[in-house]
Structure formats: C-alpha cells, structure tokens
C-alpha cells in the first residue's frame, strides 16, 4: 500500500502508478545472475470521494487493482462503484472453487470423435466441469470453465485442478477397457500453460497411468486457451 497526501489533483496519484510501473518495466537482477521481469496491477482509491474509512479505501483500491488484472496487467486503474460489485463477484467464486476443491466437486465430462463412415468412436475428450456441490440446500448457479479457469490460474490452484483431471481421466479409461469399451484413438486431456512448468507433471501422468494399468499412449496431452 502507498499513500500519497496532499494531492491536488488525481492525476497526480496517476503520475506516481505510471512511474512505478515504468520502474518496474526494468528487470531485477537476483543473486545467482539471472534476471527476473515483474508486472503490476495497481488500483487507486481516493478520499473522500472512495471512501472516508482507511478499510472503506483499501478495500476500494483493491477492486480496482482487480480490474487492471482485468485488462492484461502493467496498469492502474481508478476506482469505480461497478469495481466493488466485480471484485465481490470474484471473491465469491474463489471461496466456492476452493471449497469445490475440497469437496471432489470437480468432474469430468466425455466429448466423443466419431468416424461418419462407420459411426465408431475414433478418440474422447475429457472437459472439466462443476458441479453444484452436494447437500447444500441452496440453488447455486452454474459455473462455466471460461469463469473458473482464469481464477484458478490466478490463485494458483490450476495444478491441482490438473492433476484432478489427470486422475479421473485415468480412472476412467480403466473403466471402459474393464468393461471391454476399447478406444481406437486416444483420451484427450487439457492441462493449463502453468501445469507445464511444474516439474512434476510427468511424474504425474507416468504414475496414474501406472496405478489403473493405462499405456501412456493412450493419452493426449492438450494446453488449455487462456485469455
């Protein structure tokens, strides 16, 4: 948090978020040599006008840094009522995908490639989806992925959500082959950009398909579109 006092005129306060950003623009040299570049999102509130409490500002200049992540980062924004009312949207869904994560909410749906010529199911791909979560006793709108990915991506809890689907698909493959269900194609799988520089992630996929007797390459690997 910066404070600046005895402002004149709000753009000041702009001046002052566009001089950090451009100081960070620059990269930071660590100890080991290498170079590291840092963005930013900055939100402004001011007072009176966004508040006449410090939490009432704070809170404000928070949902305004929401938006500038909002727009592509390495910028400010100041802080608008619709701002609060977003910010208190995102909140939500972030308290509601972990709780899903806790919960096995997460599921996964089976998309089918079918040969028109002989109507044989060539390859499935897995798409993540979420579920109400069970015993709640309240309606709970659905969640599309293209809301709960990019959150998941933010807070960090995309390689765990990856890791879900990896299991599940697994699982289920050994299901049908148990079942006599023989794919002729593979099972595709989306895993998230970030997921792909955890270095655990062929670990990851080399132990469940070793845990439900599944050949690697019966699986498709697949990076997610993030906005």
């Excluded at 592509?72 to 995102?90: I, K, L, P, V």
């Excluded at 972030?94 to 089976?110: K, P």
């Excluded at 689907?165 to 970030?194: F, K, M, P, T, Y």
Aim: net charge negative; hydrophobic share 40%.
């Amino acid at each position: 948090i910066l404070v600046l006092e005895h402002l004149r005129h709000p753009q000041q306060a702009a001046h002052v978020a566009s001089a950090i950003l451009d100081t960070l623009q620059q990269p930071f040299t660590l100890d080991g040599g290498e170079q590291v570049y840092v963005r930013a999102s900055i939100g402004i509130s001011l007072f009176p006008n966004d508040g006449q409490e410090a939490a009432d500002l704070i809170r404000n200049a928070d949902a305004a840094m929401y938006e500038s992540k909002r727009r592509g980062r390495n910028s400010f924004s100041f802080y608008t009522e619709s701002f609060t009312s977003d910010a208190t949207s995102r909140l939500l869904l972030e308290t509601r995908l972990r709780r899903a994560m806790e919960q096995g909410d997460f599921l996964l749906h089976y998309q089918p490639q079918i040969r028109l010529s002989d109507r044989r199911i060539t390859a499935v791909e897995a798409l993540v989806r979420l579920r109400p979560p069970s015993g709640s006793g309240e309606f709970m709108a659905p969640v599309s992925p293209h809301q709960f990915i990019p959150v998941m991506e933010d807070t960090g809890m995309i390689v765990a959500l990856g890791n879900c689907v990896i299991e599940q698909a697994c699982q289920q493959l050994a299901a049908w082959q148990r079942q006599g269900c023989q794919l002729s194609g593979q099972l595709s799988i989306n895993i998230a950009a970030d997921q792909f520089e955890d270095s655990e992630l062929v670990a990851t996929l080399l132990n469940s398909c070793r845990q439900h007797s599944i050949a690697p390459d019966q699986l498709s690997v697949e990076i997610t579109e993030s906005g």
